[in-house]
């Protein structure tokens, strides 16, 4: 076992590829679009900018030397993408940019809104891999919780626990907030589809039809929230708010809740939409329409004050996804020119969810083969029909985080993460043989991370 | 589907063969030893001996109309067998037989000794599936959660998750007891071995070998323990306690912990010592010679103030256990003939405790066969070696509770107990083959159970 504190990793990833990747970085950064929209944050989005070809220049380096066989090299090019991931996650990126909000710290603003947790489900679908920090620009301090499923479909009983979990912090500690705090725990579920080849490149895990999408994820979120209200007494409840993403473009659709908190799959703010109206408009006027049209979605005036919470949360997520729509426009003329699948690696087990990109991995979290085989299956697919054209193996990385004060838990943590290994190696055994998938176990705890052999 | 609430399965049950049950538990109840033990209830002893005989004379009951060929006459036993063990966790026996501890409902005194919630893990292994009703004689109520793990080795992260529920609802339920009342949430862990066959009937995940048994054990206890302090403030605690079980007489060692706590692996009250000094004793007396090997143990007198609650509940479990060392001697001469495995099913899944008796069934609690699969391939040798030289197939229950206030716990138990049966006869595709291991799936919200096709 390499042990790899994420100092040296930073350390040692610096040293050798320090002076391309500062050239890459420095002409994104000279790259970065000036904002044509008046509610996008020009140095935010240079910000972004910058960390996205930090990214993809760490992963265009030279790869260790290429082999005289084929296989090797396949195997050598896998090896060195894990290993610059790796890299990435432990170089620690500050993922705070987008933290302040007209000045204010995000996580108070969100606070005052009425949330004191903020629980994320996307697909598990690489294209929305940049949605914490790139499509929704929320900073990670306020999200509690973000756990990626096929379809977005999460699981309604580890929900609920994990609520319990947020809940006993605030009685026994008052965090984030007391509980007689008169806040709610906010679960958002993300789907995804292509506005501009919707029968092809939308949601595999339902279809490729946005409504179906939609509407599966709507059922589970009123799941989630009458299982909280049915098993717990004294008035527990949730919000939930459901949010579409097109992968084209990365503009959100907001189903904002109307006055009574009811959700309509057929009712939303259309952000592409949004961004062409306010375009044109001043700084002002933008937040204005951005308000209104959020207030028009819940079926309530702009001063109701029953909603205002929620309104103000879901107008924040829409101006900060104006910021992405315009910076998708400027750097890739209107909307990405590869609609479909280029994830460079998949990721098994726990999420990774500190290096944002688009497309960067396909992730499925599961603790065994047997309870996930389709989104493993789906995830093999996608990036073997990737790799094997171009003669290269597909890096796979097995990742367990574990909670490094309970006694015993690394250990669990390495024993999962071979496990799961080895069983993903027995399925695809004839593929491993013939040097096309590559697999590596990581375990991390924090900043620290270790492979395993 | 064939759907069968508890109560028709009771009434389906008691018709066919009411008559031979009737006269089999009869003949246990005037055959219930007179008590040897001044501490032995003789009313409990037949109760529970009634019980047990009305188990086994179900299982003894005719069982389909043999077969001509003998493959489906192995299958068609295992398929009674699992009807039979189905139709006995419907019937819903009175399990509070023990409720009352010297006149006091136990729940109370339990909570009253310090105590607001009781977690017991034991063993898988079928010669402990009698442990809560029988070797303990703890009433249901009192236990808030029970699992068994191959050798007890519990999933500490698990473990943590449920203190954090039940510590949740007495927060904000004040259920069983409000959050500042001075209980705590106890754990015991039981591991076994055998006094008269020690190097073969022992522990099997632990090589037959007593001390390495309690010292594991004893270790993942601590692990829990720091667990919960070192992830939750404000003078989070938990109290543990270790067990040992001699499987062959079912008497028990208490390990108490001394004034400051700890536990000793080799510090321990034998039951079956104390049972032999105490059997002469008037009731008195023998009470005063439990509180006083109880005290010495934990190295404080019997008046000592702070370790008072723990003193008695540990107390509280060697009375009730030298009630069934008791009835074992005086039904089997001394102990158990069949010191061995004799198990008639699996359960695998989620446990069953509702049907308690030693040997009834092997348990592995698991979600997928990957994560146990150890357990699962011990489980199905074992059984493996009981039933085919008889010529009969292993009933392999799969197993799995769902909440049904949860919408849609119902259709994910469902799927849980199909995939599981699936990838269990996968495993042995072999074994099935050839008619000598037959899987069903049953799912089951309280008294509400259902076998899945």
Known sequence: MISMPARELRRGRRTPQAARIWAATQQAASAAPSAGHPLADAALAAALSRRAAEIEAAFAAPQPAAQEIPALRALAYAHGVLDTFAGLIGRGFDRNVANLSEGEPAAELIARWGFHAVDITPCADGRLAGLVDYILRVPPAVVAYRKSYAGAMFDVEESV??????ELRRWREAKPNAADAPTRFLKIGVYHFSGADPDREGCAAHGHDATRAAAALQRRLEEFARAVEATHCCGASVATLLIGVDTDTDAIRV???DAAGRTDVARFVDNAALYETTRPLARD???EAVRAAVAACAGVPTGDPASEGMRWFCGYLLKNNLGQVDAVRAAHRGGYAERGHTERLMVVGDAVDDVQLRNLAFQAQMETVEENTFALDVGVRILRGLHEPRGLAIPLLVHFAYDE????????????ARRLRAAILERFAQLAGDGLLYVRSLVRAGD???FVA
């Open 405 to 416: 004060r309970i006694p015993g838990a690394y250990e669990r943590a390495c024993v999962r």
């Open 255 to 257: 189903h904002v809740p």
């Open 448 to 450: 620290r991370m270790e």
């Open 285 to 287: 006027a933008a937040k």
């Open 161 to 166: 626990r994990h609520w319990e979990s947020v």
